[in-house]
C-alpha cells in the first residue's frame, strides 16, 4: 500500500514553469512505476508521463513532449513533473499515480492500469 500527496501546483502566465512533487509513503515506492495524469472541466483524465520504478525508462505525451520532464528520487520517496513553457491548456488537475506491479517492465499510460491515486493539485496557466 502506499498514499501520495501531490503539492506545487498554482496559477502562472502562460509560457512560465512549475514543479510538481508527489511525495509518497511506504517502503515500496521505489519498486513502482508512477505517472502523472491530468484532468480538465468536461474532460477524460489522461496520462501526461509516467517513469519506470529506476527512473531509466520515461513517457510523454505529445502534448508535452519536449517542455515537461518527468524524474524521481527514490532516497527521498518522491516523484518531480517539471513543466516549462506552460499553455493555457495545460489549465488541469494534475495527478500523480502507481502502478503496484513491482519492478514492472512496462510503463502503463491508462489510468486503469495505476491503482493507488493522490488527490491532486490544481495547475492553471493564464493567457
Known amino acids: 500500500q502506499v498514499q501520495l500527496v501531490e503539492s506545487g501546483g498554482g496559477l502562472v502566465q502562460a509560457g512560465g514553469s512549475l514543479r510538481l512533487s508527489c511525495a509518497a509513503s511506504g517502503r515500496t515506492f521505489s519498486t513502482y512505476n508512477m505517472g502523472w495524469f491530468r484532468q480538465a472541466p468536461g474532460k477524460e483524465r489522461e496520462i501526461v508521463a509516467a517513469?519506470?520504478?529506476?527512473?531509466?525508462?520515461?513517457y510523454y505525451a505529445d502534448s508535452v513532449k519536449g517542455r515537461f520532464t518527468i524524474f524521481r528520487n527514490n532516497a527521498k520517496n518522491t516523484m518531480y513533473l517539471l513543466m516549462n513553457r506552460l499553455k493555457p491548456e495545460d489549465t488541469a488537475v494534475y495527478y500523480c499515480a502507481a502502478d503496484q506491479r513491482e519492478y514492472g517492465i512496462v510503463v502503463r499510460t491508462t489510468t486503469d492500469e495505476y491503482n493507488y491515486w493522490g488527490q491532486g493539485t490544481q495547475v492553471t496557466v493564464s493567457s
Open positions: 517513469i519506470s520504478w529506476s527512473g531509466g525508462t520515461t
